[in-house]
């Protein structure tokens, strides 16, 4: 694993928008694992932004989003279809047949979680994935004791992931409590993963997932197992990493980074 701190949210998000950058540049057609959630909206403008600017080309790229809510129509305000539509799609010039989304609408939620395992693997697997982190340690939906293997399939929301996302539905009341999430091992199973948090409140859970033992209350651990994951932080996010100041060696010296920091 690697960790970068960056300075501020802003160049911390800068470093993740280049590493989908250059990646859509070197292979037009990828395979993007896609978050939502507050930290990720930056990123999306700022890869619309590319678009707009500098002619970074969605046409064929191929996208999986973590997740979604159960019961929520595509065209509610409130899913994560409707968010990834209002932040990303309809800025750019994705095929909105090549984005791909859980239904929490479906009938059979199982056979669904399966389809969406079946399409990864005919699309060839996601390339690069991007993932936000929960107070309680989630990535996308795997809330604490989610297996470590686990695959596509729903989950029920634990009461902190209730009370990090109530403000999007104003009460906890108005939410729904159940979630269809790619699994811990769906995540694992993604050739390169890029994890941004930011903020002093993800501080002490950044800490726990990169530096504490792996373990399923903490799925985000579990990116430990992982052999290309890099977790980009802010200064704040990053604070309670006990070994910082080594990281932000490396991000000062590797020639890997060398591009990024003359951003
Ligand atoms: P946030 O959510 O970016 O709104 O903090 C992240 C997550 O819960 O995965």
């Known amino acids: 694993m690697q960790v970068i701190i960056r300075p501020t949210p802003e160049e911390a998000t800068r470093v993740v928008a280049r590493v989908v950058e250059k990646e859509i540049r070197a292979h037009p057609d990828t395979v993007l694992g896609l978050a939502t959630g507050s930290t990720m909206e930056r990123l999306y403008e700022m890869l619309v932004r590319k678009h707009q600017k500098e002619h970074l080309d969605f046409s064929l790229v191929r996208t999986f989003n973590l997740d979604e809510y159960v019961g929520l129509k595509p065209d509610d305000k409130h899913s994560y279809h409707a968010y990834m539509h209002e932040h990303f799609f309809r800025h750019i010039n994705i095929d909105r047949r090549n984005t791909h989304l859980l239904d929490g609408m479906a009938k059979d939620l199982a056979a669904e979680c399966q389809r969406y395992e079946d399409l990864i693997v005919h699309c060839g697997g996601i390339k ?83 530096e504490g033992p792996i373990t399923s209350m903490i799925s985000a651990s579990a990116i430990q197992l992982h052999p290309h994951c890099t977790v980009v932080v802010d200064r704040e996010a990053g604070s309670a990493l006990a070994a910082g100041e080594y990281y932000e060696w490396i991000f000062d010296h ?10």
């Open 128 to 210: 690069l994935q991007l993932l936000g982190i929960g107070n309680d340690g989630h990535i996308g939906f795997n809330e604490p004791l989610s297996a470590l293997q686990s695959r596509t399939r729903d989950k029920s929301l634990a009461p902190a992931t209730l009370e990090q996302n109530a403000r999007y539905f104003g009460q906890i009341a108005h939410m729904p409590h159940r979630a269809l999430t790619m699994g811990v091992g769906t995540i694992l199973g993604c050739k390169r993963l890029y994890l941004l948090a930011t903020g002093r409140a993800k501080a002490a859970i950044i800490a726990k997932a990169v």
């Open 254 to 263: 590797e020639p890997e980074w060398a591009e990024f920091r003359a951003a």
